[in-house]
């Protein structure tokens, strides 16, 4: 079953830093991976993308994020450093249609 799965969210404090993982299926290995996110009562909105080893960056979380894939392991990674409360939201990772469940990341002193 072609999924992805992403992990790595949590309860962090401003200006803390953490890492998402998206693992996916080996089939999507040659699939460019994004990252999205939606915060409560918002739109979900794209974050980043990293199509073979090109990345691409929403203007908003350019310079604070940084979209990584190990191909080795079928995972991509999104690190998020100085967080910010406006970083609360459910991250998303997608590859073509497909869709993981989300992991909340919370930023809160």
């Known amino acids: 079953q072609v999924q992805l799965a992403e992990s790595g969210g949590g309860l962090v404090q401003p200006g803390g830093s953490l890492r998402l993982s998206c693992v996916h299926s080996?089939?999507?290995?040659?699939?460019?991976i994004g990252w999205f996110r939606q915060a409560p009562g918002k739109q979900r909105d794209w974050v980043a993308t990293?199509?073979?080893?090109?990345?691409q960056y929403a203007a908003s979380v350019k310079g604070r994020m940084t979209i990584s894939r190990d191909v080795a392991k079928n995972t991509v990674y999104l690190q998020i450093n100085n967080v910010k409360p406006e970083d609360t939201a459910v991250y998303y990772c997608t590859a073509g249609t497909l869709w993981g469940q989300g992991t909340q990341v919370t930023v809160s002193s």
């Open positions: 990293i199509s073979g080893s090109f990345p």
């Open positions: 080996e089939s999507l290995r040659g699939y460019g």
